[in-house]
């Protein structure tokens, strides 16, 4: 079956920086996709990996490593306005994205 | 400014009374998506279309149905809404291909009463 695995919650400090893991089995792989999620708003796009290695942009890098079906979402400098869900959705072979439920990151000051 | 549009934001709507959401874009993106996504979830695809070529997934429940009349509208249609399907409803638009990222509508709150 297909799977994703994040962690539901995670707190960090404002200035600090956040790691957040995800792990996924797909059938197929087309790359992976992390998105941004306001409380009651929708999901806006930060990164897509298809290769090995760290793609950074700003102050979000975002890393994948095929083999081991694991990718990570680092984010730097945090500010206030990062609170916010943040989802893992690989794509399958049908070019179909499968997201995680997300972790839902509290940036405490 | 391109982007997806979605009305209304919010719906109120009677248990079993059929209503319709309706999404627009201005992207003239080719594949246009339903998601269903409750408190806490992972968004749940409803349908998807390839340019007007439909894709319902396996388990949506034939109570939800979809009607793409061209490129820049699509509609969800529930049929008989239950307490249940009380939720945020995302369209969502893309190009087609791997790298090609889902631009999302505001989305519509679902209030079933």
């Known amino acids: 079956g297909q799977n994703i695995d994040q962690p539901t919650e995670m707190t960090a400090t404002e200035g600090a920086i956040v790691q957040i893991n995800c792990t996924y089995q797909?059938?197929?792989?087309?790359?992976l996709f992390w998105y941004q999620q306001h409380a009651g708003e929708a999901p806006t796009f930060l990164s897509y990996?298809?290769l090995d290695g760290l793609e950074e942009k700003g102050r979000f890098s975002s890393f994948l490593s095929r083999s081991k079906g694991y990718s990570y979402l680092l984010l730097k400098e945090l500010q206030m306005k990062d609170s916010a869900s943040y989802l893992c959705a690989p794509m399958d072979s049908n070019y179909q994205l499968i997201w995680g439920a997300g972790t839902k990151l509290i940036i405490k000051p | 400014d391109a982007m997806v549009i979605q009305n209304p934001r919010y719906q109120v709507t009677q248990f079993g009374k059929p209503v319709t959401l309706s999404c627009s874009q201005t992207?003239?993106?080719?594949?246009m998506y339903w998601y269903q996504q409750k408190s806490s979830q992972a968004p749940k695809l409803l349908f998807h279309y390839y340019d007007k070529d439909f894709n319902n997934e396996a388990d949506t429940p034939d109570n939800f149905q979809s009607r793409r009349p061209n490129t820049s509208f699509c509609f969800l249609d529930i049929r008989s809404p239950g307490l249940g399907d009380a939720a945020m409803y995302l369209c969502?638009?893309?190009?087609?291909?791997?790298?090609?990222?889902?631009?999302f509508g505001p989305g519509t709150r679902l209030t079933v009463t």
């Open positions: 992207l003239n993106h080719n594949v």
């Open positions: 797909t059938s197929g792989f087309n790359g």
């Open positions: 969502a638009t893309s190009r087609p291909g791997a790298s090609s990222e889902q631009y």
């Open positions: 990996n298809v």
